[in-house]
């Protein structure tokens, strides 16, 4: 790699590659021109609980309208913003902004807020939150935080304490894309989870692929001895709805119940779902 040749020593550059870094260089000024202008905002995609059949929650989603390439994609800049750092101020505004904006909805309506690895492994998470909940006055339970597998690899002394420090502040952890990193199971075995958060790509298969379908069969079983409630991601169609429903899913979130979408122009009617 470039970067870690020593002086003198040649540097080859593969084709594209000099316009590839120009490209990441610009994307990261403009990340900051971003933080500093406020051309972030949330979308909030509705989770609907099975059991009561209503919309318990909502989560957050990062949008970037960028004056010149229009909308931005978080799977586009979230990780550029890991390398740099930069994310540890978008993952603060992140937290400030949902918890303000959900202290408004009903009391028993949660917001559910994606936490990067970068922003676990940092020692002012747990100080983050605090603030956020203090300077809007949301009740820490209706605040759930969402963390990926990879956030969870680090070693497990330290894991087990922020996860106790974050149950302290009264909020919840849920696991996000459960079933798709390498150690889902162990860490669902060692560690205080209150949800599991079963990647779409499974629920996106199910019905035609029975190897799909056995592990989004398992997972639900799985919470259920556990009594860790789960939720599905991705639900698209009916068919899928009732498939989840019929494994005895808890909550489900999709395109089928809602888009994510900005809070002014999003109508929070209920729908009915049976
Ligand atoms: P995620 O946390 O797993 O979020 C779910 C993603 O699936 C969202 O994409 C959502 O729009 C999309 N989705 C929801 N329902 C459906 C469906 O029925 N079908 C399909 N095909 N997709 C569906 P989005 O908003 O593009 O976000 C992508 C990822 O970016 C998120 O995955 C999360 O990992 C990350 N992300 C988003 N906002 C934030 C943020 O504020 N902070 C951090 N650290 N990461 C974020
Ligand atoms: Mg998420
Ligand atoms: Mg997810
Ligand atoms: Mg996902």
Redesign the pocket.
């Given at each position: 790699q470039a970067k870690h040749a020593g002086r003198g020593q040649a540097v080859c550059y593969q084709p594209g590659m000099i316009e590839q870094i120009a490209a990441r260089r610009q994307l990261e000024q403009d990340i900051d021109v971003a933080i500093e202008q406020r051309q972030f905002h949330?979308?909030y995609?509705p989770i609907l609980s099975l059991n009561d059949d209503r919309i318990v929650g909502y989560?957050?989603?990062?949008?970037w309208n960028h004056p010149i390439r229009g909308s931005v994609?978080?799977?586009d800049f979230?990780p550029l913003a890991e390398e740099t750092g930069q994310?540890l101020a978008?993952?603060q505004w992140?937290l400030e902004e949902a918890c303000r904006e959900a202290a408004s909805w009903a009391d028993d309506q949660s917001v559910a807020?994606?936490?990067?690895p970068v922003?676990f492994k940092s020692p002012s998470l747990t100080g983050c939150i605090a603030t956020a909940l203090a300077e809007s006055g949301l009740s820490p339970h209706r605040l759930e935080v969402?963390l990926?597998e990879t956030a969870l690899v680090t070693d497990g002394k330290a894991l087990a304490h922020i996860l106790v420090e974050l149950r302290a502040l009264g909020i919840k952890v849920a696991m996000?894309?459960f079933g798709t990193g390498y150690s889902s199971f162990a860490h669902l075995r060692d560690f205080p989870i209150d949800r599991i958060?079963i990647?779409?790509s499974f629920v996106?298969a199910a019905l035609t692929d029975s190897h799909a379908m056995a592990v989004l069969r398992a997972i639900t079983q799985l919470g259920r001895d556990m009594h860790v409630p789960t939720l599905a991601?991705?639900?698209?169609t009916q068919d899928q709805l009732d498939l989840v429903r019929r494994l005895g899913c808890d909550d489900v979130?999709?395109?089928?119940i809602g888009?994510?979408e900005r809070l002014d122009v999003a109508p929070m009617a209920e729908k009915q779902y049976a």
């Open positions: 949330l979308a995609q989560e957050a989603l990062i949008r994609s978080p799977v979230i994310i978008i993952g992140v807020v994606n936490i990067s922003q969402e990926t996000d894309d958060k990647d779409r996106a991601e991705g639900v698209e979130q999709g395109y089928l888009k994510p």
